[in-house]
């Protein structure tokens, strides 16, 4: 039988495990990399591990998250970063360097290879033909060290790309058209693959846009072929001896199968809150719009730049609009600036932001009260923008350049003359902002330097044998990271202090929340389905560690959040029945007997309902070493005791 891509690509990484769909297997990591939102964490826990050289081909840290800097906080963390880089063999990427994915697509991916990144939108490098994958800081840390990544073996979805998109539609319209398929629960588990005729029409910076957003599905990862277009791109970065081709056989097999006519697309926007809430934007066209925001990892490469460019030149952004503009690299910006199209965007009248993160993670660039924003990003979730009654509609660079310019949301087709787009054939080259580690000879010398806002990491610990504490939450279906762990500006400087975070947890959902778990020791959460999908940060486990929370129960939950949960020793168990959760209400007293033996040897336990006599099974899915692991109270305990 043949093999689909990333089955190749597994099967030459794997170090324990068999290929079989849902069994977990271990895979031996090429590269990684983190940025500062995650990394000072992750970098927190590679020094705990007394690792002194990373072991991997390639290991990258990234300053993109946190650039705002309006206290001594981030610029202390980045110092932190860059000088444990320095010390362990991690090259660094500077401030202004760029979005750690539009940068690592650029400089470092490379076809057959494998990723983890301490970021959701690893598998962007997928646009490539690498496996990428999000992962929490403390498995990043582990792979640097040399050490093993689980996954569970994904399942394959086969997404066949026939014709060709016609002018005005993009590949942000190519996802958005996924997403309206398939939903965000729609690639958990699975990994998506894109094959058929139209691939090749797609640039790899379009390619990466479309694997970029697989996160909204809840994939694992997402994958293109590495062909000719890719060879074209690497040749293009100087980096053509990179190349390798790679496709999956003619008779790989798939456990699902899509097909997705480019030529029928038109012009998509996801409609708060939720990726997924996809409408055609002929069926929007005319609503008021008070921002506009281009950029982000998934929209901000040079082609995305040039369309934009294209679309703005000589005309006047419309007077009730506020356009931002981030340059996905300083790659891309220097082009842009080369070629004159910088011009173009500044005179059009966009407000254009260094090239990192910002406004996707709520750093500044709020929209106004229960303002309209229109965004090339790939999230919209409640209250990220930081204003929390926006109304954030997810768009492509097109449909965002025209509404900018008519101050309504507009379908870009409308607009007559298609944008002209043409990319430079080679690539202004510049690593003069990656910063090489020092030699392992004298990496002693390097002294690490911590500001007074690196606290200590809260550790976890061995489950008590009889589990009797207070549902102290219930939460609904779809629970992201962003309701658990908010971002934003006010909180994302607290990212290495977990104490002055804990003040801000699920305070989106309920504003108590923290004082509650403080004043009661913690308790067990219920959440719905598909919780902790999102982000890959491990804060919001870290964090309801801290609070005291033990256990969560859920219909069901996110690949990286679940993996971030058992990490941090807080144990996840599902409802056998989904329609126990209409038992369950917040403040009801709860028991589980048998709580620690249950982890060590049984896959159910019964949860019992001290307040109305209910009982529910539960279903405890663990490997043997996710067992090990939670009965050492999280996955930092076992790696040193190992
Ligand atoms: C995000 O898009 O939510 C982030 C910020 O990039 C996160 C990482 C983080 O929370 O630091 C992600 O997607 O993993
Ligand atoms: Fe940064 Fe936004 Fe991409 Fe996350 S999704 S890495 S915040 S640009």
């Not at 093993?148 to 066949?160: A, G, H, N, S, V």
């Not at 529910?616 to 996955?635: C, F, N, T, V, Y």
């Amino acid at each position: 039988m043949g093999y689909t891509i990333a089955q190749k690509i597994i099967k030459e990484h794997l170090v324990c495990g068999e290929m079989t769909v849902g069994e977990e297997i271990g895979l031996k990591i090429d590269q990684t990399l983190t940025q500062d939102a995650t990394g000072t964490m992750a970098y927190l826990q590679f020094e705990a591990m007394g690792i002194k050289r990373v072991k991997t081909e390639l290991s990258v840290a990234y300053i993109d998250h946190n650039t705002l800097q309006a206290g001594f906080e981030n610029a202390d963390d980045h110092r932190y970063i860059q000088t444990v880089a320095k010390k362990h063999g991690i090259r660094f990427s500077r401030p202004g360097n760029g979005i750690c994915h539009q940068v690592h697509l650029e400089r470092f991916a490379r076809p057959g290879k494998t990723l983890i990144g301490s970021d959701s939108h690893t598998p962007t490098a997928g646009g490539m033909g690498m496996l990428g994958m999000g992962a929490g800081g403390l498995d990043v840390a582990v792979a640097m060290g040399g050490g093993t990544y689980y996954i569970t073996m994904p399942k394959m979805i086969k997404i066949k790309l026939v014709g060709k998109l016609s002018e005005f539609v993009g590949a942000k319209d190519v996802i958005l058209e996924v997403l309206r398929l398939l939903g965000v629960k729609g690639g958990v588990g699975a990994i998506v693959e894109y094959t058929g005729e139209g691939v090749k029409t797609l640039s790899v910076p379009q390619r990466a846009t479309i694997t970029n957003m697989g996160a909204e599905l809840g994939a694992t990862s997402s994958i293109f072929p590495s062909d000719e277009v890719t060879r074209a791109f690497l040749k293009a970065e100087g980096r053509e001896k990179d190349y390798i081709p790679l496709c999956s056989d003619p008779d790989a097999k798939y456990d699902a199968e899509y097909t997705v006519d480019l030529s029928a697309l038109q012009p998509l926007a996801a409609c708060p809150h939720s990726p997924d809430n996809v409408k055609p934007v002929s069926a929007l066209a005319g609503m008021k719009i008070d921002q506009v925001c281009i950029g982000s990892c998934t929209n901000s490469s040079m082609q995305d730049m040039l369309t934009v460019a294209s679309i703005l030149k000589g005309k006047t952004v419309h007077p009730s609009v506020s356009l931002s503009i981030s340059p996905g690299s300083k790659q891309v910006y220097t082009m842009l600036a080369e070629c004159g199209a910088l011009a173009d965007l500044i005179g059009a009248g966009a407000r254009i932001l260094e090239c990192a993160c910002g406004p996707c993670i709520g750093m500044g660039f709020s929209p106004k009260s229960a303002g309209v924003s229109l965004r090339t990003f790939n999230r919209n979730f409640l209250a990220r923008s930081g204003t929390a009654d926006a109304q954030v509609y997810l768009v492509s660079p097109e449909t965002a350049a025209a509404s900018a310019l008519t101050g309504e949301f507009t379908d870009p087709t409308t607009l007559g003359v298609a944008p002209k787009v043409e990319l430079p054939k080679v690539f202004t080259v510049n690593d003069n902002l990656i910063e090489l580690p020092e030699v392992e000879e004298s990496a002693d010398t390097v002294i690490v330097e911590r500001g007074p806002n690196i606290k200590p990491i809260p550790i976890g610990k061995p489950p008590v044998e009889n589990l009797a504490c207070e549902l102290i939450l219930k939460v609904g279906d779809d629970i992201t990271t962003d309701h658990i762990m908010p971002a934003g500006t006010k909180v994302l400087p607290y990212r290495s202090n977990v104490p002055k975070l804990s003040e801000f947890c699920f305070t989106v959902c309920d504003k108590e929340f923290p004082t509650r778990a403080k004043a009661k020791g913690g308790g067990v959460i219920l959440g719905g389905a598909n919780y902790g999908q999102g982000s890959s940060r491990e804060h919001a486990a870290l964090v309801p560690l801290y609070l005291g929370i033990k256990a969560v129960i859920a219909k069901s939950f996110a690949r990286i959040h679940i993996a971030n949960l058992i990490n941090f020793g807080i144990v996840p168990m599902t409802l056998k029945n989904p329609e126990d959760y209409e038992r369950f209400e917040q403040g009801d007293e709860i028991e589980i007997v048998g709580f620690a033996n249950a982890i060590a040897e049984k896959t159910q336990a019964t949860l019992v309902n001290k307040t109305n006599g209910a009982t529910a099974e539960l279903a405890l899915d663990l490997s043997k070493r996710q067992r090990e692991i939670l009965l050492a109270g999280g996955r930092l305990n076992y790696t040193i005791k190992e």
